[in-house]
């Protein structure tokens, strides 16, 4: 089997990222044309965050990702540590995905599109959604907590499935961190969006919840938004969490006011923009392909910004579904979404605006390494390329659409007027 790490998230130099063609067989007996290297060096030098790792192999993600291929990398710091949150046993990472099982408990994953594709055996489907949810691992599990504030690491992990969560009945949640690390100050949530590689850092205060059992419930159709609804007695239920646990000693921890500077990227120093449209077609098979600009993973390089440079990159969604798209290499922030007309947009390919810009939710407005574009509207981000350079990738996160083929190389190019960080950096 093929495979090959991606440390999602974090800052890496491109031989150590896990190019998609990079990837390498049992003992390397074989590898991609793009392998370099057979140990990968994390300089972990990047502000505490939730990260993760799963393969990225060219063409098999979806497949190997299904099969386990993923965990946590949480990223501390001496910032984190003085913030005074819950930790220890207080910590919990929550790995979100979603699974089908065959009757003898193994794992299920569709062999073709339904109704099937004449003469491709087995092919792929334009996403999978499994019907039983799992934490961990584990199908619909339950916690038991004590009465105090918990602070959850929450990552869908899942291929294709969306959640949007909420607790049964209500409990005060507050999110102080995203993808990238802290936000500024903690949000306080009613419910929480997190899309196929999105993660969260939630304080959850269960104090004056004892006894209680509360449901972490999910009302995401698939795909989303525009799907199936969910069943709210199967696939409308996450986990539970039950209060039957003493309070071993009183809850010192807090809820801070403020968490770290961050600082608003400046729309007006972005020196190059760039407008992405997230696009679908029909391949030779009368299957669903998915596209930048039209354009697929092995079409001729378009993205290559330079290093230290700020670019703004307009993706522009013009169809029915939301896309997650991931970035490589850097942590950017989302500007806002807009709206437009998308029937004028798909006769004339120009931009008909229907609204006014919307600012992205104070719980997006942290650094980001994946964001939501959503149907119907333009999203942009601002991102500064850096600090190394050479190949990179980004793509939409929905496994299948990433292996077919919204996936497109990112180079980011050297400038000569500054220097390189040394190796080992
Ligand atoms: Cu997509």
Same mark, same amino acid.
């Given at each position: 089997m093929r495979t090959v790490v991606h440390l999602h998230g974090?800052?890496?130099?491109?031989?150590?990222?896990?190019?998609?063609?990079a990837w390498f067989t049992r003992g390397f007996a074989q590898t991609g044309p793009f392998f370099r290297r057979k140990v990968y060096w994390y300089p972990n030098r990047q502000p505490a965050a939730t990260l993760w790792y799963h393969d990225h192999a060219v063409g098999i993600t979806r497949l190997n990702v299904y099969a386990g291929l993923a965990g946590f990398y949480l990223l501390r710091d001496s910032v984190e540590r003085s913030l005074n949150l819950p930790r220890g046993k207080y910590e919990i990472p929550l790995l979100i995905q979603d699974r089908s099982f065959n009757p003898d408990g193994s794992l299920f994953y569709p062999r073709q599109p339904d109704p099937p594709i004449p003469g491709v055996d087995p092919s792929i489907t334009p996403g999978v959604a499994g019907d039983k949810i799992l934490v961990n691992g584990k199908v619909w599990p339950y916690l038991e907590v004590e009465p105090r504030k918990y602070r959850f690491r929450i990552l869908n992990g899942s291929n294709q499935r969306f959640y949007r969560?909420?607790?049964?009945?209500?409990?005060?949640?507050?999110?102080? @961190?995203?993808? !990238?690390?802290?936000?500024?100050?903690?949000?306080?949530?009613?419910?929480?969006? &997190?899309?196929?590689?999105?993660?969260?850092?939630?304080?959850?205060?269960?104090? @004056?919840?004892? !006894?209680?059992?509360?449901?972490?419930?999910?009302?995401?159709?698939?795909?989303?938004?525009? @799907?199936?609804?969910?069943?709210?007695?199967?696939?409308?239920?996450?986990?539970?969490?039950?209060?039957?646990?003493?309070?071993?000693?009183?809850?010192?921890?807090? &809820?801070?006011?403020?968490l770290v500077p961050v600082p608003p990227m400046d729309p007006c120093s972005a020196k190059v923009q760039r407008n992405l449209r997230l696009g679908v077609q029909r391949d030779q098979f009368g299957r669903l392909i998915f596209l930048f600009n039209g354009k697929g993973w092995h079409d001729p390089l378009t993205e290559g910004p330079r290093r230290n440079e700020v670019e703004i990159w307009n993706l522009i969604n013009p169809g029915f579904v939301t896309h997650p798209i991931h970035l490589h290499l850097i942590q950017f922030q989302i500007l806002n979404r807009q709206p437009f007309d998308v029937g004028y947009f798909n006769q004339t390919q120009e931009l008909l605006f229907t609204g006014p810009p919307v600012p992205s939710a104070p719980n997006e407005c942290g650094w980001k390494d994946t964001v939501r574009s959503t149907a119907g509207e333009v999203t942009r981000i601002i991102v500064s390329f850096g600090p190394y350079t050479g190949r990179y990738v980004w793509h939409c996160h929905l496994l299948e659409h990433e292996d077919y083929d919204m996936m497109r190389p990112l180079e980011v190019f050297y400038k000569k007027d500054k220097p390189q960080p040394d190796e080992g950096d």
């Open positions: 974090a800052r890496v130099r491109p031989e150590s990222d896990g190019y998609p063609e969560m909420r607790f049964e009945p209500e409990v005060p949640f507050y999110q102080i @961190g995203t993808d !990238g690390g802290f936000l500024s100050a903690p949000v306080k949530l009613d419910e929480l969006i &997190l899309a196929p590689a999105e993660r969260a850092d939630v304080i959850v205060d269960f104090s @004056g919840q004892k !006894g209680k059992r509360l449901l972490l419930r999910n009302d995401a159709p698939v795909p989303f938004p525009s @799907g199936e609804p969910v069943d709210p007695d199967t696939t409308g239920q996450i986990m539970q969490f039950r209060v039957v646990l003493p309070l071993r000693e009183k809850d010192r921890t807090c &809820l801070p006011d403020w």
